[in-house]
């Protein structure tokens, strides 16, 4: 309710602006002759005036019930008034028409007699339209917020209701089969699943990859790239992002150099910048949002002067799991468990731990009522010996390529923006370039271009510099050289 009320105030003060700049007009196109001498021998006109200028509202709430157009002694006049009904008459006896009885007025010295009435009738009009318009928004408002406020209702109950089934389901299991009691509950599966972030003090190392699939978006398509992120401490970090089509490397970023391939203008982009990811389930109150319901936060981009980057890619998995339904243990073999968790929203996380190892193996993020998921680590290792040859940028072999590169300047945030559309540009034409024939694809890509596009010329292009990447940093689909070693725990 508190929206409304915020609407309420806004309604006011919009009639409120609207009523006091009539007033002020009113006051300045109204003659000099028709104001009542109040303020000796000060312009009557020019007082008024400053006191609706100056007072606002209050000003022209004066204005209007002291020297309103009532209350014009020009029109109560008795010389005025018999003029009036003689010229009257002669209207209604079809001698003159209602502009030569307008002119005879201003003859005989009444001028604007009738202009006031008007300017206020027009004025009046106005504010009764404003007012009802007013009043047609605060009751669509109205009945906007209460709409949303029984939605809100009934995902409350359905996760209400969830909750139950899930208890009752516990309840039947632990019933039915006494066996699992040696079953490990969630909590102590949970301690094994990771924080992924060199500011983790017992975390010296991890490297991830997975899939990314972007489902909703403006393009119609689905969006999905494979991505690989490793880091070693102290401040060593490599964040790799591909194609799934042909394992061709679409972005690679360093402590403090970015590289991003960009088919459209068929080279390549060289960023002093360093990459950023985040990715947790967090609870925090917003403007918006005065409840403390886990939401999930999502942050890749590249960014300036950033201190220590290699602790800003963080992922923490663990947070996943406290969205609200107690995770638990869905399926076992002995070694290998499966524990999963339901949101609010009806999206589901999954995770498969091995207890031996004490290792998280893959986690998978399902969005409400999809089979696929929308993010996927399909390989978790934490604190393994990773190459060093992972870790350096490779300039030369770029310089070497025969590709075009081309350094690109930043100057602001808006710019860096602009940096992080492009990625998402060259996902985009490399869908459209793989065999999918989407017409609404290719013209939101010319439109985020700005120009048309020759898509054959730019399929040639496009091949070429596939072949020289994989060339470069190999088919990321097969992984990087497989990370060997005893687990540094």
């Known amino acids: 309710m508190f929206d409304f009320f915020i609407m309420m105030i806004v309604s006011a003060a919009l009639f409120a602006m609207v009523f006091w700049l009539w007033a002020l007009l009113d006051c300045l196109l109204r003659p000099s002759g028709r104001f009542e001498r109040k303020f000796g021998n000060v312009n009557s006109k020019l007082a008024w005036s400053a006191i609706i200028f100056f007072g606002n509202c209050i000003g022209a709430a004066a204005y209007f019930f002291i020297a309103g ?95 139950k089934q899930t208890a009752a389901e516990k309840k039947s299991v632990t019933n039915a089969a006494p066996s699992t009691n040696n079953m490990p509950n969630a909590g102590e599966l949970l301690k094994h699943v990771p924080r992924l972030s060199l500011a983790e003090k017992d975390v010296s190392s991890f490297e991830t990859r997975g899939i990314f699939e972007m489902a909703e978006n403006k393009a119609g398509a689905p969006l999905k790239w494979g991505f690989i992120f490793s880091a070693k401490k102290p401040d060593q970090i490599a964040v790799r992002l591909f194609d799934l089509h042909d394992g061709a490397m679409l ?39 005065d409840s403390d319901d886990p939401r999930l936060t999502f942050d890749f981009a590249m960014r300036r002067k950033v201190e220590n980057p290699a602790t800003r890619t963080v992922m923490d998995l663990r947070s996943f799991f406290d969205v609200g339904i107690p995770p638990e243990v869905k399926t076992a073999d002995g070694k290998n468990f499966i524990i999963e968790t339901k949101s609010k929203r009806g999206n589901r996380v999954v995770a498969q731990l091995n207890l031996p190892n004490k290792a998280c193996a893959m986690l998978k993020l399902y969005a409400d009522g999809l089979s696929v998921p929308m993010l996927a680590f399909n390989e978790i290792l934490v604190n393994q010996e990773i190459p060093k040859e992972r870790f350096p940028f490779p300039m030369e072999s770029l310089l070497a390529s025969g590709l075009p590169i081309r350094r690109v300047n930043i100057s602001d945030k808006l710019e860096i923006a602009g940096a992080m559309e492009k990625f998402i540009r060259t996902i985009m034409v490399r869908l459209a370039l793989s065999g999918v024939d989407d017409q609404k694809l290719k013209r939101v890509i010319e439109m985020m271009s700005m120009r048309k596009l020759n898509w054959d010329e730019l399929k040639k292009h496009d091949e070429k510099a596939s072949v020289i990447l994989r060339s470069i940093f190999g088919d990321q689909r097969a992984g990087p050289e497989k990370i060997t070693g005893p687990p540094l725990h």
């Open 69 to 163: 157009t009532r209350r014009h002694p020009a029109v109560s006049d008795p010389a005025v008034m018999e003029d009036r009904k003689r010229i009257k008459k002669m209207i209604a006896d079809g001698r003159v028409t209602p502009e030569e009885a307008e002119r005879l007025l201003l003859a005989l010295g009444h001028e604007g007699a009738t202009a006031g009435s008007r300017a206020a009738r027009i004025g009046y009009g106005l504010i009764i339209f404003l007012l009802f318009a007013c009043l047609a928004f605060l009751a669509f408002r109205y009945f906007s917020i209460k709409a949303d406020l029984e939605r809100k209702a009934v995902v409350e109950r359905k996760f209400e209701q969830l909750q």
């Open 251 to 289: 972005f690679m970023g360093t402590a403090n150099q970015c590289m991003l391939y960009d088919p459209v203008s068929a080279e390549i982009l060289l960023f002093d910048l360093s990459p950023i990811f985040e990715l947790k389930t967090e609870r925090k109150k917003s403007a918006d949002n």
